[in-house]
Structures are given as C-alpha cells and as structure tokens.
C-alpha cells in the first residue's frame, strides 16, 4: 500500500489546534488553584496587583504565585502591565472567576474536568468490558463540580425563562403548587425554586445518598429548609404526588431507564400537572452537534452519562446529545400525549410534557 499523501497546511493547522488544547487542559488545574487559595476572589477589585501583595493578601508563598500569575496572563485570564511588573484581573474575567453567583462563573468546570481525569482509568476499563460505571461511582469532586457547573446557568435561566416558558406554571407555583425535582444532585435547582417561589413547597429526589445530605445542608443555610424536603429515591421510586410540576434538569439521559422513570413520573403528576424536562442542547443529527459545545457534552456523555446509564437496569444510554426527536420519543412512551419544546439556550433544551 502506497503513504498516504499529507496536507502540510492541515497538518499545521491541527498541531496548531493541539496547541490550543494542550493550553488549556494544562490551564485547568492552575484555575483549580486559583479556585481554591481564593486567588481570583482576593484580585476581584480589578486593582493591579504585584505577586508579592497577592501572595500576602491570601497567604501563599510569592515564588508560586508569580509562576501561577504569569501563567494565568499568558491564558488571557488576567492582565499583565510590564512597567509596574503588576497584575489585572479585568471585571468581565471576575465575573466569571470571583463571584460564585454569577449566572457566569466557570471554576465548577475545571472541578468536574478534575473528577473525569481521575476517574479516566475506569471509564477505560469499561471500553473494554461493556460495564457501567454507576454516579455514585465517581471521584467526590465530580458531585460538587457538576452542581457548581450547572447553578449558573439555573441562575441565569430558570426563573427568569424556562418556568414563565411553561404553560400556567408560574401563576401555579405564586399560589402555592407542590413541586418534585427529580434526580436533584445538591440541589440547587431546587433551592432556587424555593427562593423564587415561596408559598410552594418542593420535594428533591437523588439515589445518590451523598448529594442528598448535602442539599439538605444546602437548604439551612439557605433558609428554606421548612418547605424544601430531600429523599434518597431512584425516578423510578419517586412517590407523595400528586405534583403540579415535576422537573428533570441534566439527568434524564443519564438514566438506566427513562421511559420507566418517565411511567412513574406520569402517575406522581396532577391531572392538569407539568413535566419540566431540561437537557443539554443537541439536535437531532450527529453533524449538527460537531460544534465546540457539542465537543464538551460528547466528552462528558463518554466519561460520565453513558457509563452511568450503563450501570442500570435496561441501560438505554441515551447518551448528552440525544436531541429533541429522540427525546420526545422516549417521553411519549412514558405516557405523555403532549411534547413542546418550550425554551433554549445554547446549552439547554427545555421541553415541557403534559399528561
């Protein structure tokens, strides 16, 4: 067989690409760093700073520091004024850095990407067998990553949008409606409802028994906890109806068995009652999802929703990208006669489902 012909310009453009990437998978952990030592926090006025004034402002040593500050300005994360030999962080980056309630903030990001490195050695294993590897499974950093990930985009998205999105539901919930958030991980989406909506009362549900503690410290310190419940159940188990809205946000692919789930939803659910369903967007065809948001829930849908789907009974891995037909579908099955899709962000499909 003759060699194959190669194009030196795609050639170049591909390292130049693995270039960008080797950038930033070796950027994540400094931005853990940063994360954790209150780095970005202590440089949030958007003050110049020297290494030596944020090493003692946050009591770290300067030599790693001014390492860690050089590097964060070669990323673009913050500035560097050659004069002063100082440090910026601009106020778009501590918006997304600094401020843990930013309907932007990415630090729970790099956390889950830490969870899915650690964890590469298994989800290998299982290419090999065919396995499952179960939520519960996975490295501690994954369950605080993944809330710390997806909260900003419930702050920016879920009261604001997706819940006026829905048919009567808002006018429901100022009454005072009874809500189950299903497959609720910290609870944060819960949380927020709960804050939003104060004459309703709201029940979370997660099989992971870790999560489920820690929504309910979430929920204290939070100060609803006299009408926020949490149980440890499976979709499947859920029960106390009948609900005005039940929501899945992230984590109906991520089921074993979500036309079963999608069945006992059905039967939990108020004659006139609503299903929330919120998944990360894709469309319908794979090459509609060859795109950089597409690349990042393929990746998580091969480390840590497919595996886990995996791990269950029936096993249907549906997989982060099923798109709305597929997902209709399977919600149709499961009972519900009526499937609109009601919002959309670039990375969430919201689809409301009616009895």
């Excluded at 469309?283 to 509609?288: F, I, N, S």
């Excluded at 998580?300 to 982060?320: H, I």
Aim: charged residues 25%; hydrophobic residues 40%; proline residues 6%.
């Amino acid at each position: 067989m003759s060699a194959p012909t190669i194009d030196e310009g795609k050639l170049e453009a591909f390292m130049g690409r693995f270039v960008q990437d080797m950038g930033a998978g070796a950027t994540a952990p400094l931005v853990l760093i940063g994360d954790k030592l209150g780095l970005y926090k202590a440089m949030a006025d958007g003050a110049p700073v020297t290494p030596a004034e944020l090493a003692e402002r946050t009591g770290c040593r300067e030599r790693y520091v001014r390492e860690w500050l050089s590097q964060q300005a070669a990323s673009g994360y913050v500035e560097y004024d050659p004069p002063s030999r100082s440090f910026r962080l601009p106020p778009e980056q501590a918006l997304a850095l600094a401020d843990d309630d930013s309907p932007v903030f990415i630090p729970g990001a790099f956390q889950l990407l830490a969870a899915i490195f650690k964890d590469e050695p298994h989800i290998t294993e299982r290419f090999r067998t065919g396995e499952g590897f179960g939520w519960h499974e996975h490295d501690p950093d994954l369950f605080e990553g993944t809330e710390r990930f997806f909260r900003p985009g419930y702050l920016a998205n879920l009261v604001d949008s997706w819940l006026p999105s829905l048919e009567g539901v808002v006018a429901k919930l100022e009454a005072g409606a009874r809500v189950a958030d299903v497959g609720c991980g910290h609870g944060a989406s819960t949380i927020l409802m709960a804050q939003a909506y104060p004459s309703s009362t709201f029940t979370g549900s997660d099989y992971h028994e870790g999560s489920i503690e820690a929504a309910r410290r979430a929920a204290e310190r939070a100060g609803v906890a006299d009408r926020v419940t949490f149980e440890v159940a499976s979709a499947k188990e859920i029960g106390g109806g009948p609900y005005d809205l039940v929501c899945v946000f992230d984590a109906l692919h991520d089921m074993g068995d979500p036309v079963g789930a999608a069945r006992q939803i059905r039967s939990q659910l108020a004659q006139d009652g609503t299903w929330m369903v919120v998944e990360p967007f894709a469309g319908d065809a794979l090459e509609e999802n060859l795109t950089p948001v597409g690349r990042v829930f393929y990746a998580g849908s091969t480390m840590l929703c497919t595996p886990a789907s995996l791990s269950q009974e029936v096993g249907l891995a549906l997989g982060a990208q099923a798109g709305e037909q597929r997902l209709t579908e399977v919600l149709r099955e499961g009972g519900f006669t009526r499937v609109r899709r009601s919002a959309e962000t670039p990375f969430n499909l919201v689809l409301e489902a009616r009895p």
